[in-house]
């Protein structure tokens, strides 16, 4: 009793396996459970909410997504369904009760997962949709605007711990850039700068960046004051090794 959608699959802290199972033959769908105690087999655990499953139409059956929220485990259903009580797309079951219940959320959603949000132990569930935006997830409802745009890259280190580099111009190739900027730090910077990147000539798909600085190392973030996504296809940085001495 498998899954035609990878992404319905959620394995909570509970110690057990939640995912997605629709039935080719008999076109049975639901959600169904491995791992709980005492347990050889999956189990179905959807019965609560069968009408919902039995609305689906079978060109969704590979588009459900599942996530973990807080002590919840959701399942968004590839499109809105229309029941006797109101139009559903999402449903979801607390881990504490049992008990399941039905969401609308206005995105068509195609990814989700949780992020570590450093201050605490809890984890910050998001998703993100068909337009490329990420949205962070609060209680049964999203936030207000969509997160913005940025791309940070692994800090870039010199081969030499005896030698620094010479950093002058960061070149990024890609569509959609307009309004990007780069912020960038390295070991000699005391804070972040941030700089404007600008097309190399009219209609260009080549940017440029001045972020003439010093260092051993350096961290690169590329970011926008906005939710869309811009299709990056490559950056490169223009330096020169400064030996010092040993």
Known sequence: KGTLSNRSIVSPPNGNTYWFHHDVSSG???????????????????????DIFDS????????????????????????????????????????KTNNWSCWYIPYTIKCAGTFQNGTTLEKDSYIGD????????????DNTSAIEFSL????LV?????????????????????????????????ETIEKPLIPL??????????????????SITL?????????IKGYALDYEPISREK
């Open 28 to 50: 049975f769908s639901g959600i169904m459970s491995y791992g709980g105690a005492g347990e050889d087999s999956a189990q179905l655990i959807s019965t609560p909410i069968q």
């Open 130 to 141: 068909n337009a490329a935006t990420v949205y962070k997830r609060i209680g049964d409802d």
């Open 152 to 155: 940070k890259s692994f800090p």
């Open 56 to 95: 689906m139409s079978d060109a969704n059956n590979d588009d459900v997504v599942g996530w973990l929220e807080n002590s919840n485990v959701a399942w968004y259903l590839g499109a809105d369904i229309t029941m006797d009580y109101g139009v559903v797309n999402t449903v979801c079951l607390n881990l």
């Open 201 to 218: 000539r009219k209609n260009s798909k080549i940017w440029a960046a001045d972020i003439s600085t010093i260092g051993s190392d350096i």
């Open 223 to 231: 970011a926008l004051d906005d939710t869309t996504s811009p299709v």
């Open 158 to 190: 010199s081969d030499d711990p005896f030698e620094e580099n010479s950093y002058k111009m960061l070149y990024v190739k890609g569509d959609d850039l307009g309004g990007s900027k780069v912020i960038y730090q390295s070991d000699t910077d005391d």
